[in-house]
């Protein structure tokens, strides 16, 4: 059975660093689109970052860009995300998703095929 496992959140100050990983299992990640999401209550979830199956390009939200990258250690089966220079906008439930049928850059969780049980971020001020 295919799934996804976050680990790696946790309690910073604003300015700080979090690295989430999003490990797979019965499936390979490396050819799977596999996405960032995040998540606050009362709002949609959003995209943060993805990287495509095809030729690993990435995608990321405008609000994180130069800040958060989206990598993948294809020996781990494992996709991280590394978010610097946190901002208390920020704290929110970081999801991981893959949407096994895209080749690229896919955005929308609605195109998800399954998800990780997601990982809470906290930014203090």
């Known amino acids: 059975q295919a799934q996804l496992a976050e680990s790696g959140g946790g309690l910073v100050q604003s300015g700080r660093s979090l690295r989430l990983s999003c490990r797979g299992s019965?499936?390979?990640?490396?050819?799977?689109?596999i996405g960032w999401f995040r998540q606050t209550p009362g709002k949609e979830r959003e995209v943060v970052a993805c990287i495509s199956s095809s030729d690993s390009s990435t995608y990321y939200a405008d609000s994180v860009k130069g800040r958060f990258t989206i990598s993948r250690d294809n020996a781990k089966n494992t996709v991280y995300l590394q978010m610097n220079s946190l901002k208390p906008e920020g704290s929110a439930v970081y999801c991981c998703?893959?949407?096994?049928?895209?080749?690229?850059?896919?955005?929308?969780?609605?195109?998800?095929?399954?998800w990780g049980q997601g990982a809470q971020g906290t930014v203090s001020s």
């Open positions: 998703g893959a949407d096994i049928e895209a080749m690229g850059i896919s955005r929308l969780s609605s195109e998800y095929s399954f």
């Open positions: 019965g499936f390979t990640l490396e050819y799977n689109t």
